[in-house]
DNA sequence: CATGTTACATACTTTGGGGTAAGTACTTGT
DNA sequence: ACAAGTACTTACCCCAAAGTATGTAACATG
C-alpha cells in the first residue's frame, strides 16, 4: 500500500479538498483508473476475483487486488473468501457501496445522452 | 497540454477504459483534482477567474486555467470575456455542465450521508 | 512428482498530473 | 514613471499512481 510522504503540497493539497469539497471527497473514493470499472462491474452482482480479471483484461493483477483492498478497507466492497482449494474468493458491493447506485446510475445515463456508445 | 506519449500502456488503457466504461468516461471529463472542486463552485453560480481563485485558495493560476480551459474544451463550461481592461472574464456550466447536476447532487449527498463533514 | 489452478505479494521502473516560479499585455490611478 | 490589477502563458521539476516481472501457498490430478 506503499507509504505517502506526509508534507507534499500535492497530499497536502489532496487532503484538504477531500476535506472541503463533497466531489472531491467522493472522487477519492472512487477516483483513479480502475475503480469505476471495478465498480460498474460489481454493480451487475457479485464477481469472483478471476471473474474481475475475465472482466477487465487490461488490468494487472496488482492494481485488481490494490484497489479491491482499498475499497473493501473503506467498506465499499465485501471480500467473501471459501476455505478451500484452489481459492474461491468472491467480491460484492457493501451496503455502503449500493449506496453508491445513484451516483454511478446518474454517470452511466450521462455518459449514454452524449457520445458514449459501448459494445 | 503537453504532449502524451503515444504508445504508453498507461494511456492505452486510459483511452480503453473510456470507450468500455461509462463511469470511466464520466471520470475522464470530470475527474482529476481540481475539475471536481471547480465544477462544484460553478453549481452555484457563474464566477469570474479572480473569484475562482479566491474559492479555492490552494489552486495555482496554471491549473485554474488549464482545466476551465480543458472543460470548455469539452463544453462543460462555459467562458464569457468582456472586452475591457482590466479583463472580466466570466465562467458558467454549459448546458451539458448542468446535465452533470444529477451526477455531482448525487455525490453531496452520499458525501454528507458518510463521514463527511464540511463547514 | 511435476504440472495446473486460484488468489494473491513484492521489488523495481516508468510517466503524466500536478507544483513552482517567473513573465506578459493592457490600462488606470498617483 | 511606476505600482497595481486582471487574466493568462511558459519552462522546468517532482512524485505517486500505474505498469513490469516474478514469486508464493495449498491442494488436485495425471
Known amino acids: 500500500m506503499t507509504a505517502i510522504k506526509e508534507s507534499s503540497t500535492l497530499n497536502a493539497n489532496r487532503e484538504n479538498n477531500k476535506a472541503t469539497c463533497p466531489i472531491s471527497f467522493v472522487m477519492s473514493k472512487i477516483g483513479g483508473h480502475w475503480k469505476p470499472i471495478i465498480l460498474y462491474h460489481l454493480m451487475s452482482g457479485p464477481k469472483r476475483y478471476s471473474e474481475l480479471k475475465k472482466l477487465i483484461p ?9 484497489h479491491l483492498k482499498q475499497m473493501q478497507q473503506e ?45
Not at 487490461?58 to 490494490?66: P, S, V
Not at 451496503?95 to 457520445?115: C, K, S, T, Y
Open 58 to 66: 487490461a488490468i494487472t493483477e496488482k492494481m485488481l487486488i490494490q
Open 75 to 119: 467498506d465499499l466492497v465485501i471480500r467473501k473468501a471459501e476455505n478451500i482449494v484452489p481459492p474461491f474468493v468472491t467480491y460484492s458491493l457493501s451496503p455502503e457501496g449500493e449506496e453508491l447506485r445513484p451516483i454511478l446510475d446518474a454517470m452511466v445515463e450521462w455518459a449514454f445522452a452524449r457520445d458514449f456508445f459501448a459494445a
